[in-house]
């Protein structure tokens, strides 16, 4: 398929053709994000950032380049932003830190006294990068179970189950934080 047909269907919203970018491109992207960061964690997430953003972001590619190329651009910045950004990305946690604490500990009126966002990082950081990711997604950015099987390629039910897992691992770690400190 060529680069136009490829734009077209990806401003038309075809997963399909998103997935075959991901195929054809995700190796690559993820290397570079990896060599910037010397992470391989925020390096899978970058990489995801990016692929998550393409369907909104394929409205302004202007085909100056090639779409490899466009993706190396996202990718480099993305990059460049969370290593400027580390005060911004403490921001960010801290926003969002009522939200995936709620959800990993159950319901709000089951209170467990976490001060600090270093200790939501902490419980995090315990979890796989791909558990990390869809917890995040899903909780964090708030997407939906629809978009999530697309973007893990797995079925709901697996899907389900794994963000069970994570939340439980979760709030395993935080519970261990307040009874350590």
Known sequence: M???????????????????VWKEDSAKLLNLAFRILLDRDA???ILMDVFVSVPEAITHFRGESSI????????????????????????????????????????????LPIDDVEALERGLAKLTPELRSLLWLKDADGLDLKSLVDI?????????ARLFRARAQVREALQEEVSYA
């Open 152 to 160: 893990f390629n797995a079925p709901e039910g697996t899907l389900k």
């Open 68 to 111: 490899s190329t466009w993706l190396y651009r996202m990718t480099t910045n993305a990059c460049l932003m969370k290593i400027r950004s580390s005060k911004r990305r403490a921001e960010i946690l801290s926003e969002n830190h009522e939200d995936i604490e709620s959800y990993s500990i159950g319901h709000k009126t089951e209170e």
């Open 43 to 45: 390096a899978e997430d």
């Open 2 to 20: 060529n680069e136009n047909a490829i734009i077209k269907k990806l401003r038309a919203g075809d997963l399909g053709v998103l997935e075959a």
